[in-house]
Nanobody, 122 residues
Framework: QVQLVESGGGLVQAGGSLRLSCAAS????????MGWFRQAPGKEREFVAA????????YYTDSVKGRFTISRDNAKNTVYLQMNSLKPEDTAVYYCAAGGGRYDDPEEYEYWGQGTQVTVSS
């Protein structure tokens, strides 16, 4: 069993920055891909970014490339999402997840955090 806890969300003005953290606990049987997803009211959950826990390969959805950076600290069992140049359309609940399948498909992720709210004002 793997437990994930997100933190770092909040209210910021457009152009501002936030860093989200996802702390993992419990022992994993293998290395997982770690992903960030977001869900706005009335919309489906969408892929944001992913990283291989051990290898460090990263992936991003086109809308956040150049603005968001996913990283990991294996010693702290934590994954981060640095979000810069935030836009109102980034407003959503952000979830971290762990899984071993296709990195951008939420159906491929086995474990999920509770989510953290990110609100970007105009």
């Amino acid at each position: 069993q793997v437990q994930l806890v997100e933190s770092g969300g909040g209210l910021v003005q457009a152009g501002g920055s936030l860093r989200l953290s996802c702390a993992a606990s419990g022992r994993a049987s293998r290395s997982y891909a770690m992903g960030w997803f977001r869900q706005a009211p009335g919309k489906e959950r969408e892929f944001v970014a992913a990283i291989n826990w051990s290898g460090g390969m990263t992936y991003y959805t086109d809308s956040v490339k150049g603005r968001f950076t996913i990283s990991r600290d294996n010693a702290k069992n934590t994954v981060y999402l640095q979000m810069n140049s935030l836009k109102p359309e980034d407003t959503a609940v952000y979830y971290c997840a762990a899984g071993g399948g296709r990195y951008d498909d939420p159906e491929e992720y086995e474990y999920w955090g509770q989510g953290t709210q990110v609100t970007v004002s105009s």
